[in-house]
Structure formats: C-alpha cells, structure tokens
C-alpha cells in the first residue's frame, strides 16, 4: 500500500500533489464525524461527492482523532491517499508506526494453516539438537540439515558443524545426514572412513528411494521429475543413475528421450508444485502413453498443503502473498509460484529484514505463509513487523490439520546404544 498519513493541515499543504484547501477538508470531516460512526462516515463521505476532495487529490478522509473545531491548528487528522499514490516521504507527523486505527482497518493478515516446519523438517532438527545434546559438540552435518538460515545458525551456535562434503569430517566423528536424503555412495563413503551416521532423511524421501530400487528391480526405466542440482534429487537419482532420466519442466518432457524397450514410471521430487509437475506428467504420457504412476504421490503431505492454503488465500483476494523461507528452499519457492501464477504477487523472505514496504503499498489483505523449513518464530517476527508497517488484524486461512509425527526417540536411542553418551564426538 503506497499511503501517507497526514496528521495536520500543514502536511496537506506540503506534500505535493495534494492540491486542495486544508480548511476544506477538515470540514468536511468534522461534518461527516459528527453524523456516523466510522464506518458509515467513510460510505457517508464516498457518496456525497460534495467537495469532491477525494475525486480531486486522490484522497478520501477516513478516520480521525482529534479535531478542534474546523480549523486544523495541530496535526489532528487522518489522511490516506488511496486513488493516486505517493512515494512515503518520512516527515514530521508522517505515521509509520501502524498505531493509527486507520492501519487496522485498511490492511489485514491472512496467516496460512498449516504452515512452516513439516514432520520430516520437525524430526531432522530434533535429531542434530539431540545429537549434541548426546554425544556433545561438534557434532558434524553434512550440507544444511534443513533449507533454512535461521535454523542453520542457531544449530551452528549449538555446536553443530556443516560441510558440504564427508571428507571435511574428522575420521571417526559423528555426522548427521541432512532431511534431503542421500545416495547410497555416501552411506558408503562413511563407512570407508568409520565415521559414525546418523540419517536425518525424511521418511517420505526415504519412501522415494525405495520405490526407485523398487521399480528398477522390476524392470522399469524411471523418469524422475526434480529440480537439478537439488539435494533431495542427487539423493534420489544416487540410487539407480543408470535407470533414472531427470525431467526439469514441461519443455525437457518435450524433448527427453526415454528408452523404448524399458516399462516407465514416473518419480518425483517431494517438493514440487502439485499443479506445475500435473502439467510435466500429461506432456510425457503424451509422448510416453505407457509410462506409469506411483500407487501413491510422491509430492508429500506437508508440500500439498502448503499449497492448498496459499490457493485458498488467493481465493479469499490477497493482494501479496509473502512467503518466509530461505533461497534454497524448494518448497518456499513453489508457494511463490503458486501465487504468481493466481496473479497475486509473491515474494520470500528469509526473515522480517528482508520485507520491502514498498511491496505493500496498495494491499489491503496480505497473505502470509512459512515454507516448510522455516520455524514459525521467523513468521511470528514477521509479523511483528507487519505490524510496525500498519497490518491489523491477524485471521487464520486453515485448509487442513496436520498431525503427522515421524518417530525420533528410536533414530537416537539407536545411536546411543553405539556411541554411549560423553563418547566424545571426534578422536
Ligand atoms: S517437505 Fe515433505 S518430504 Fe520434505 S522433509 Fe518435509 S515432510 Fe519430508
């Protein structure tokens, strides 16, 4: 929303282009407070076209607080120039602390249900904090545990080391596997260099990997639906690379040859968009009318919902849709999509510093989600700050219930039998 509110005369005067007599004003606003109650006088001063204030300047008067009389001798009024927007100048009396009653009124969160940390995020988490906790720091991790800033860095102050690859891991020292998963090779390159594995992968990316040898076994040549480069897709394809073909988008499945004399199957990614990978699997049964599906989607619980609630959200006339997550997540990321592609602009954000106010200029209902990676206190700060720019009230959009819980205790009393606790982690 581009907006300025003005609380005197004085700035109805200086900021250009607001063209209009400020006793004119005031007056007009006295006369409509004195008659109706908030709401009504907005209506009451939009259909009377007496004055014509708002048609001239672009400004309509909602709400005030104060007035002395009719003449405007201190910075009383509310102004907010909603048809012809202005850049926010910062000036004296310029209100950017949302306190105003206009603010709650003019711009509201939609918060997304459900939203942020899936099960398998939850679980992965839990397992580097337990593992430290354990077995004591440094406790290693290879790549990020999760697509997520905040959460790296507070594990990092923990006690929590990252690498990108195993042969930066002392020999001996424990290393958790991130949530993405992992190929076989590198089970294997741990247990070359005895280092000691705790498996962070998610069950339904597990679920993945075992439907690739599954199929494989079974004859098929598998496209594999997945962003290239992804972690959760080297995992995946690690599996059975020569019998898997990546698919990237719509315009691959046009192109990629698949062989002739294999059965096909389709895989994918968990956290694609539901609609963007329909659109991938029509192009490739129209070229492949063989190829096969899963018995059960791929794409996981906690992918679909997000979605579903940021569809619905755009149903309900969000004018912005910000997602917080970070860069490499591919979940974030398909929920900006999801928007983008309803015509609501979409943005992610890592965190409240990232939010450019100029993004909601013109927004009335914000709509607001957590990709799955993304612990909702980086929502809640968000929307701290949303409200430090002028948002109001907070109103639940709940598509489902989630209450998917993936076992934790067993992965780590695991691990404790092997490694007492107090073994240190490195030799
Ligand atoms: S997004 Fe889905 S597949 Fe990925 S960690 Fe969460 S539950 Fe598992």
Redesign the pocket.
Known sequence: MRYRCIHSAEEVRRFPPIDVSPCQTISQASHHRAEFGVERRWEAWRKSRSGGIGRRAGFKILFWQQSVGSIPTSGIELVHDIERPTERVPGPGTCYTGSCALHERLMDILLANPRC?????D??VQIVELAIETFGAPVYVRKEI?HNQFVVNRLRDLGAVFVEELSEVPEASLVVFS??GVAPSIHKEAKERELRVIDAS????TKVHLEVLRFVKEGYHIAFIGRKGHE?VEGTIGHAPDHITLVEDVLQAGTVDLPADKKLMVLMQ??LSVDDTKVVVNALRERYPRLELPPTEDI????QNRQDAVKEMCESGIGLLLVVGSHNSS?AARLVEVAQRRNVPGYRIDNANELDSKWLEGVELIGLTGG??TPDEVVQSVIVRLKELGAGDVRPCTTAEEN?V?QLPLVLKEAEARFPTGQPATK
């Open positions: 940390y899936c099960a398998g995020v679980r992965a999760v949530a993405h998610c069950p339904l990316v959760e968990t956290t996981c619980y906690a992918t979940n799955a990676s998917v993936f």
